[in-house]
């Protein structure tokens, strides 16, 4: 895909705009409220948490390991101790605490204990511990994690609007519980109030999640027909009380697509380590290209472009740098003196012999080296190895007559397009592809289409 596409923004449905911008009254049964703060905590807090967890790893084998000196003993066990906890299904939400008297902490605990019970007899520089260590650590992970998990939560909110229609004095409590309500409504008015703050194409500007009451169960119900057309999380809280967010049960995710579980997180364990790989195997090559880059054209060596993740959220795609730096300009004179080139770029937002492309990114696009550098993007969490490829927001239009399913998931750095042709496919094809990865996706699959990706490399079918 080009670098210098368009990223146009997409107009409110209906003439709807953005709360903050609207001069028109509130919907009936909503209540705005005033005075909070607008922090997130969806990529602060679960970091912090497992901050704190090799902290107090360090500490206890200070304490009740005086004599051990592999410093490799705390870092495989906190290694260990994260992906098990993963794997379980810790991590999954920031809305809900992480580590407690649950299942998912049991078998968490219990997956690590027996993992690195084996490590001390094959790994010399993993010492073994003795049982009070264990003991001490399940007290700290059951008691102790949870209550700093609240309190790292109350410091570090996220901006939230509240559907309730019975629970509307626990907005302080919420607010312990990191969710910062700046609004409620009723829940009768919530199909209302979607519709005249959001975009057409689902998207919900002011919010990232929605905290619903369902305490009553068909509530729940309701909401998930809703969740079907809006591109936001919506936070289903059934037990408005401290004993019942630590024990459970505890805010879920209101999901129309159940794109989570083992197999999901399975899908991110597998991108980390593909990408760790990668990017170690890869660094002598990154190098050469950054030196040849800066050796054919002035220029930075990364080029960074605003594309679509999951809830249709920007973020910053990297890729080696294939154009030149007044690609902008270049591309404006060619269209206006070529009509049909006009034409054929506003179909596909790429062009064949494109004389925006330097003579190293004529090599680095054949060879797909150019798209290296997402790696990053997926150790970030912004994209995934296999998945939808990323668009910008000009592409909607294409999506909209036919599926928006693909944002409910991560962009993929190769994906089902990608090995059927790639720049052959008409748009249409690329859409029906697209979607049909999302309703289709298993695992399997996902290792299909990487095997697949090193021969349609090779090949350079559609790369230019």
Same mark, same amino acid.
């Given at each position: ?7 146009? *923004?997409?107009p ?5 705009? $953005? ?23 969806d990529?602060?807090?679960?970091p @912090?948490?497992?901050?704190?967890l090799?902290l ?13 000196k ?5 870092l495989?066990?906190w ?8 794997l ?7 809305v ?9 902490? *049991? ?8 993992? !690195? ?7 010399p520089?993993c ?5 009070r260590?264990?003991?001490?650590l399940?007290?700290?992970?059951n008691l102790?994690?949870? =209550?700093?998990?609240?309190?790292? $939560?109350?410091m570090?909110? *996220? ?6 229609d019975?629970?509307?004095d ?6 312990w519980w990191g ?9 009768? $008015? ?7 703050e959001s ?6 500007p002011?919010?990232?999640i929605?905290?619903?009451d369902?305490?009553?169960h068909?509530v729940?119900h309701?909401?998930?027909s &809703?969740?079907?057309? !809006? ?16 024990l459970?049960?505890h805010p879920h ?7 989570r ?12 380590g ?8 890869f660094?002598p090559?990154?190098i050469?290209v950054?030196? =040849?880059?800066?050796?054919?054209? /002035? ?7 605003? /594309?679509?993740g999951?809830h ?11 154009m030149?730096?007044?690609?902008d300009?270049?591309?404006k ?16 937002y790429? =062009?064949?012999?494109?004389p925006r ?11 797909s080296?150019?798209e ?11 994209m ?7 668009? @910008?927001?000009?592409? @909607?239009? !294409? ?7 693909l944002?409910?998931? &991560?962009?993929?750095?190769?994906g ?8 052959e496919t008409g748009y249409?094809?690329? @859409?029906a ?9 298993n ?5 299909k289409? =990487?095997?697949?990706?090193?021969p349609?490399?090779l ?6």
């Amino acid at each position: 895909m080009s670098e210098r596409q368009a990223d146009g *923004q997409t107009p409110p449905a209906n003439g709807s705009t $953005r709360a903050s911008e609207t001069t028109a009254p509130p919907i009936p049964g909503s209540e705005p409220l005033a005075g909070q703060s607008l922090r997130r905590s969806d990529h602060v807090v679960i970091p @912090v948490e497992l901050l704190f967890l090799l902290l107090t790893l360090a500490i206890l084998r200070v304490l009740l390991a005086p004599g051990s000196k592999a410093l490799t003993t705390v870092l495989v066990l906190w290694a260990l101790l994260t992906f098990t906890s993963y794997l379980a299904g810790e991590f999954e939400t920031p809305v809900r605490l992480n580590f407690g008297l649950t299942l998912r902490t *049991q078998a968490a605990f219990a997956l690590a204990y027996v993992g !690195y019970s084996g490590l001390p007899v094959v790994w010399p520089w993993c010492e073994s511990l003795t049982v009070r260590f264990w003991l001490v650590l399940w007290v700290y992970l059951n008691l102790f994690a949870p =209550l700093l998990g609240l309190l790292v $939560r109350r410091m570090i909110r *996220q901006q939230a609007l509240f559907v309730t229609d019975t629970h509307r004095d626990r907005v302080r409590l919420l607010n312990w519980w990191g969710f910062d309500c700046r609004e409620i409504v009723a829940t009768d $008015r919530l199909a209302d109030w979607l519709k005249r703050e959001s975009h057409r194409t689902g998207e919900i500007p002011d919010y990232s999640i929605i905290v619903v009451d369902v305490s009553d169960h068909r509530v729940e119900h309701e909401v998930n027909s &809703l969740a079907r057309e !809006y591109f936001v999380d919506f936070i289903g809280v059934s037990s408005f009380t401290m004993t019942g967010y630590l024990l459970g049960p505890h805010p879920h995710l209101i999901e129309p697509h159940h794109l989570r579980g083992t197999l999901r997180r399975l899908k991110r364990l597998i991108d980390l380590g593909c990408s760790t790989i990668a990017l170690v195997l890869f660094a002598p090559l990154f190098i050469a290209v950054a030196l =040849l880059i800066k050796l054919d054209s /002035r220029g930075p060596v990364f080029y960074r472009h605003r /594309r679509l993740g999951r809830h249709m959220k920007e973020f910053w795609l990297l890729k080696f740098r294939t154009m030149h730096p007044d690609a902008d300009a270049r591309l404006k004179e060619l269209l206006a003196a070529n009509p049909d080139l006009d034409r054929q770029f506003r179909a596909t937002y790429k =062009l064949k012999n494109d004389p925006r492309i330097t003579r190293l990114g004529r090599i680095l696009r054949k060879t797909s080296i150019d798209e290296l550098p997402q790696f990053f993007n997926i150790i970030a969490g912004q994209m995934s190895v296999v998945g939808p490829r990323p668009i @910008v927001k000009d592409e @909607v239009r !294409y999506y909209e007559g036919h599926s928006l399913l693909l944002f409910r998931v &991560l962009p993929g750095a190769t994906g089902l397009w990608q090995v059927s042709g790639r720049s052959e496919t008409g748009y249409d094809q690329r @859409v029906a592809l697209d979607t049909r990865y999302v309703r289709e996706w298993n695992l399997l699959w996902d290792l299909k289409i =990487l095997l697949t990706t090193i021969p349609a490399v090779l090949r350079r079918r559609g790369a230019y």
